[in-house]
């Protein structure tokens, strides 16, 4: 398994990319998503992979994020009917943030916009993801939509991890306030986190 390349980006096109490693160019399918992120041509790049085997080709998928890949492997592992080059169409689409919203929400219209995503691949999408996304991915929505200072940000980052831990969001969120008025602004989301689990537990 190819986990990424790091090399020089030689050529960029919307949905693919070209780097160059140590002489060897690999051809990369990329979502427009991971475009807007790309360094200039001729710059150093490490890009996120996965590897696709099919009977007739070897496929390269990049991504500039985590999050990204992630999704992405999450539409293919799960949604029935769903591919990679539907999966790229949809993170091309939508970011991962507006993704997970649109799970959470259930909102089949705007999924359904989406090149190659039609009402019902919109409503598998939904139903298949709902109980993988949930509550965290409305709230990381919701925040989205709002600019953050950095304690606001810190506050959100740990309460999505305590939700993705299994916290309902008004407990996480109560147990977060409380534990940053203990521990003071400086506290990390590592230490925020731990702390809220111990004082759950």
């Not at 090399?7 to 780097?19: A, D, R, W």
């Not at 790049?45 to 007739?56: G, S, Y």
């Not at 219209?109 to 409305?138: C, N, P, Y």
Request: charged share 20%.
């Amino acid at each position: 398994m190819i986990n990424f390349l790091q090399g020089k980006l030689v050529e960029t096109l919307p949905t693919q990319i070209t780097v160059d490693v140590h002489g060897v160019g690999y051809e990369v399918l990329i979502p427009l998503s991971s475009y807007d992120k790309l360094p200039a041509v001729g710059q150093d790049v490490r890009i996120l992979t996965h590897l696709a085997v099919r009977e007739d080709a070897h496929v390269l998928y990049g991504f500039m994020t985590t999050q990204e890949r992630d999704m992405f492997r999450l539409l293919i592992n799960t949604v029935s009917g769903i591919g990679p080059k539907i999966a790229l169409n949809i993170l091309s689409g939508m970011n991962v943030t507006a993704l997970r919203g649109a799970v959470a929400q259930a909102d089949i219209k705007s999924l359904s916009r989406i090149s190659g995503v039609g009402r019902k691949t919109a409503e598998r999408i939904v139903v298949e993801l709902k109980d993988k996304i949930g509550a965290a991915g409305a709230w990381e929505a919701a925040s989205a939509q709002r600019a953050l200072s950095p304690e606001d940000q810190k506050v959100n980052d740990a309460v999505l991890a305590l939700i993705a831990l299994g916290f309902k969001q008004v407990e996480a969120h109560e147990a977060v306030r409380a534990s940053l008025a203990t521990l003071g602004d400086k506290v990390t989301v590592e230490d925020l986190v731990r702390a809220c689990l111990k004082k759950g537990a």
